[in-house]
């Protein structure tokens, strides 16, 4: 049976691989690529001569990344340090 996933070191994963990586669920994160909220890498077949692309969708690291520091929450109303 063949692992579909990204190689150790790897900048694009699957969909199973980055939803494991963000923390949610499959359909969660694939709700999240059909809205438009992360971009996919769509790899464009080599067989076909119109454009068309193949069907596995897979996601870059960095756009995880930076959703990531997007979606981070500050409580503002936390007291902050009195530097003297």
Request: charged share 30%; net charge positive.
């Amino acid at each position: 049976m063949r692992k579909r996933t990204t190689s150790a070191g790897g900048r694009l994963m699957d969909l199973r691989t980055a939803a494991a990586y963000l923390g949610c669920s499959y359909w969660t994160l694939r709700d999240l690529v059909l809205n438009g909220h992360i971009p996919a890498v769509r790899i464009p077949s080599p067989r076909a001569r119109d454009g068309r692309v193949m069907r596995r969708i897979l996601i870059d690291s960095r756009d995880l990344e930076r959703l990531i520091e997007r979606w981070k929450e500050v409580d503002d109303t936390a007291p902050t340090a009195m530097h003297p």
